[in-house]
């Protein structure tokens, strides 16, 4: 059975071409995708006029190595041997090139990155910091924290061993709400840091400009002439004071103030100070 994430990765997958790739979504795709794209888009006279930008998308999740035609057979088992997938990318009408592709893998802490942290799930979190845990989740850059919080929740406690795994306790809580977990050893304590994958949420859209400056006459982008005005250089005139129609007032639109009643109490006890001095 799939995982959401191996699901959301081939949707997103079909939907992606070479022309709408980005630093992040190039994490969802595999080598022979690579290849694929490139084929379906090896007309385009914008890919074209573009290498540079495109293999740059690319080379930020995939180590490339372009072979020659003098190494090509050689080089080729080599690079099948790690892992590659080689295969050609045609340049233009008259030009083919060889490529020997590889995804980056993600070992280490130092290499999540802002554009890949949302594509691994919680469990390979874990097995990466598992990789390069020592001090716990502290020993951490903050750096790294904020790149690892920006696509997951994560929450730590440290406890005797003995009391971590106690029945109705943060550990099983945690474990029944979905996080994966890694258990740190300090001596006799031991540090519970649990991960959970980050719900995407949609960015809200900015309102740039008010209702009605929208609604105006006005060209787009202008505003009133009013709104231009610098209020500490005004007319020497005077302004009128504002004035209102008490027909205008209603329930709806009025507002009063409200006194707290004291204590009388607390009224007869001041008095007293006063008399007494």
Do not use: C
């Not at 939907?15 to 690579?34: M, Y």
């Not at 050689?74 to 099948?80: D, G, L, S």
């Not at 951490?140 to 106690?166: A, C, N, V, W």
Request: aromatic fraction near 8%; charge should be negative; hydrophobic fraction near 30%.
């Amino acid at each position: 059975m799939r995982t959401k994430q191996e699901e959301k990765a081939s949707s997103v997958k079909k939907s992606l071409s070479l022309k709408t790739l980005t630093k992040s979504s190039v994490w969802d795709v595999q080598e022979n995708d690579i290849f694929r794209m490139w084929e379906s888009a090896s007309k385009d006279a914008e890919i074209r006029e573009n290498l540079r930008r495109y293999t740059d998308i690319i080379r930020s999740a995939f180590m490339i190595e372009e072979l020659t035609e003098t190494e090509k057979d050689a080089a080729k088992k080599k690079y099948v041997k790690q892992g590659y997938k080689v295969g050609q990318i045609r340049i233009d009408d008259q030009t083919k090139v060889t490529w020997a592709i590889k995804k980056r893998p993600i070992m280490r802490v130092t290499d999540l990155t802002y554009e890949n942290i949302r594509h691994i799930s919680a469990a390979k979190l874990i097995e990466v910091l598992d990789r390069n845990f020592g001090g716990g989740w502290d020993s951490l850059s903050q750096s790294i924290q904020d790149i690892i919080e920006s696509g997951f929740d994560i929450s730590t406690t440290t406890l005797p061993k003995d009391r971590l795994h106690k029945p109705g306790g943060m550990y099983e809580k945690k474990v029944a709400d979905g996080f994966e977990v890694l258990e740190v050893e300090k001596g006799s304590w031991v540090e519970a840091i649990f991960a959970k994958q980050k719900p995407e949420a949609e960015k809200p859209r900015l309102k740039l400009q008010s209702e009605k400056y929208l609604d105006s006459d006005d060209e787009e982008g202008e505003l009133p002439i009013d709104d231009y005005r610098n209020h500490d250089e005004e007319d020497e005139e005077p302004e009128e004071p504002l004035s209102f129609d008490d027909d205008e007032i209603t329930e709806e639109n009025y507002r009063t103030t409200f006194e707290i009643e004291t204590d009388p109490s607390e009224e007869a006890n001041g008095l007293e100070e006063y008399e007494d001095d």
